[in-house]
């Protein structure tokens, strides 16, 4: 777990995956419990091992204990194994199927880097990468066999409900703001502020709310404020746990997400959203960015492929949000039926977990 639960999040869903849909045994290293938590309710940050969901879950501390390898080792996120454990899966026979499991991207060159070996320069262990990826060439994206039968059950009257909501008003727009700290925020607060139809933001807690507050002149915010602003209602929820954030991205109708794992979610959800990549030295998630906008916006009529290439990168510039808003805001009903339409696509890749167990498999025999 590296940073801000994309990394640990998209591991938890992976296991879970792995226990439930393969009945495989998973066991999961995570090296900072606490915030794990915050992702699996039930985990127990004080426990070095426990069970929960199926899924083995150890605290990840140096020395390691000692652990015999299992017949796959998955370091994700080119996490780096300890020298006494790379020994320990040398000399176990027959030798694991051990992957880089990588970060997702939309660039070229990943199709051509999906599965390829990578020999240890010492002993006699192979290293292969595995890509999640948006088409056929590379591994899928994560989706459990049971989101359909969810997402048909799903009433978003009984979400408002259960979180206390404020009655829907007419011609509202339900926004979720999952998100990085970002210097644009108070722009795009404003504009929501002063829209003909109403705005409910429903925010989790997270990084986001010292920002929030100070535009709202606020000392701080906490789960289950609600604040009205002029045309704009501002709903502060607990932080949603994993099994229950798809449930939120299908109540708005515009999902803002950051980093890995919410990002996917936004993808199969099928709604309009933006993305707050993760930033990185000298701009380079910007090419990651425009590389996914590329292929995204593929066959979108030009002028709702302009505006949200021209709001997305406002959004992570930090700055333009608010001249950006109005044309993407006209378009996004033509974005929501492209993202139902993406979203069909993105099955014909296979999924992430199925793709990678028929990958070990072939690799283990």
């Known amino acids: 777990m590296v940073d801000n639960y994309g990394d640990v999040g998209v591991c938890w869903r992976l296991a879970r995956e792995l226990v439930t849909e393969h009945g495989i045994t998973v ?9 794990a938590r915050r992702l699996i309710p039930s985990l127990d940050p004080a426990l070095v091992r426990q069970v929960v969901g199926g899924v083995d879950i150890r605290a990840w501390v140096s ?9 796959v080792v998955i370091a994700a996120f080119a996490a780096s194994l300890p020298e006494p454990f790379l020994e320990a899966m040398a000399l176990r026979s027959p030798r694991p199927a051990w992957i880089n499991l990588e970060y997702l991207s939309a660039e070229d060159w990943v199709a051509g880097c999906h ?9 006699p262990l192979v290293q292969h990468f595995f890509f999640p990826g948006l088409d056929a060439r590379t591994g899928g994206l994560l989706r459990e066999a049971d989101y359909d039968t969810r997402r ?5 009257e009984a979400f408002r409900q259960a979180l ?24 795009l607060l404003e504009m929501w502020s002063k829209s003909p139809a109403p705005v409910c933001c429903l925010v989790p807690e997270g990084r986001v709310l010292p920002g929030l507050a100070a535009h709202l002149g606020l000392s701080g915010l906490r789960a289950g404020d609600k604040i009205l602003h002029e045309a704009l ?5 607990p932080f949603v746990e994993q099994a229950r954030y798809d449930e939120l991205l299908w109540a708005c109708d515009l999902n803002f997400v950051r980093g890995e794992d919410s990002f996917v979610r936004a993808q199969w959800a099928g709604v309009p959203f933006v993305w707050h990549i993760y930033a990185q030295e000298e ?8 590389a996914f906008m590329t292929r995204y916006l593929d066959g979108v009529e030009p002028a709702a492929a302009l505006a949200l290439q021209e709001f997305w990168l406002a959004w992570n510039r930090g700055e333009g949000v608010a001249a950006a808003w109005p044309s993407f805001e006209s378009r996004l009903p033509l974005l929501g039926a492209h993202g139902s339409a993406w979203s069909a696509r993105l099955r ?14 072939v690799e283990i025999e």
């Not at 701009?283 to 425009?290: E, G, I, N, P, Y």
Request: with cysteine.
């Open 115 to 123: 599965r390829l070996p990578s020999p240890h320069p010492r002993l």
């Open 152 to 156: 048909q059950a799903f009433s978003r």
């Open 283 to 290: 701009d380079a998630h910007l090419a990651k960015l425009q």
């Open 63 to 71: 020395p390691l204990p000692d652990a015999a390898p299992g017949a």
């Open 348 to 361: 014909e890749s296979g999924e992430l977990a199925a793709n990678l167990v028929r990958f070990c498999k």
């Open 164 to 187: 206390e909501l404020p009655p829907e008003q007419p011609g509202e727009r339900m926004v979720s703001l999952f998100t990085y700290e970002n210097p644009a925020l108070p722009e």
């Open 27 to 35: 066991r999961l290293w995570i090296d900072d419990l606490a915030s």
């Open 233 to 237: 209602t501002v709903c502060v929820l």
